[in-house]
């Protein structure tokens, strides 16, 4: 029986990605800040931990604790949504110590243990704004995109180890906390010069043609955790997939 560890399943994709895994029949390890009773079932086969992605010493805590595992996925992160100019560098850092340093620490850390058994995989969450530039989303664009690239590069480095490298790549999901754990406020980036236009995009992602639901994400993370070929990007969503075959064609 496989396990696998993913980090950020407190909700969203990483709780619904956590219930499909163990509905799979697979060990789960779920990790967040703050574990909390009553997201997740109770199961022998279920663990949750805490684990703070931005704290090395939380890392290998939660590393330890787990055990030996097959699958990492890396799921927690941080959205934003406002106007770069009126962005705090300080949230800005704040967003990639979580969606870029968390990944690769976390990365980092499962590697031994993989490279010794010659086998396993890291399946690393992005998004769907890697796949087409998006207004008034630069800095989390930035920090999913340095991850994209991460990836691709990491795959052809463990190949030769036995280990898979994927990526997720979710589309737009309103049913999300996307924006919940920013540490500036929605309101304060996006000032007075960009309201015209802010209004304007927030009105379009309001009338979304398709949307992403949890349940797209977890399948599709399964479906990258399984897949032995080459294939490196996995959109998720319809229309993710409909931007990745969009950029495709460009």
């Given amino acids: 029986m496989k396990t696998v560890l993913i980090t950020g399943c407190s909700s969203g994709y990483g709780l619904e990605t956590a219930r499909h895994f163990h509905a799979q029949g697979w060990n789960v390890i779920a990790t967040m800040r703050t574990p909390r009773e009553g997201t997740l079932p109770r199961s022998e ?14 890392i290998v805590a939660a590393v330890e604790a787990a055990g030996p595992i097959d699958v990492l996925v890396n799921n927690a992160g941080i959205g934003m949504f406002g106007a770069f100019e009126a962005t705090p560098m300080l949230t800005v850092r704040s967003l990639f110590e979580t969606n870029t340093f968390g990944v690769m620490t976390m990365t980092q850390a ?22 087409m530039p998006m207004p008034l989303v630069a800095a ?64 379009a992602y309001g009338q979304p043609a398709a949307v992403t639901t949890e349940s797209d994400v977890a399948q599709v993370v399964w479906r990258a955790a399984n897949d032995v070929s ?17 950029s495709d064609a460009a």
């Fill in 110 to 131: 499962v590697l031994p243990q993989f490279r010794a058994r010659k086998s396993g995989v890291v399946v690393n969450v992005t998004s769907s704004a890697t796949l």
């Fill in 45 to 58: 086969r279920l663990r949750v931990l805490a684990l703070d992605v931005t704290n090395p010493q939380s």
């Fill in 140 to 203: 989390y664009t930035a920090s999913k995109a340095a991850i994209e690239g991460f990836t691709g590069s990491l795959a052809h480095e463990l190949h030769g180890f036995g280990i898979r490298v994927k990526l997720v790549e979710p589309g737009y999901g309103p049913t999300t906390r996307f924006t919940q754990n920013t540490p500036s406020r929605i309101e304060d980036m996006i000032t007075e010069p960009y309201l015209p236009f802010a209004q304007s995009v927030l009105t």
């Fill in 230 to 246: 080459p294939q490196l990007r996995f959109p998720a969503g319809a229309d993710a997939v409909a931007l990745a075959q969009r």
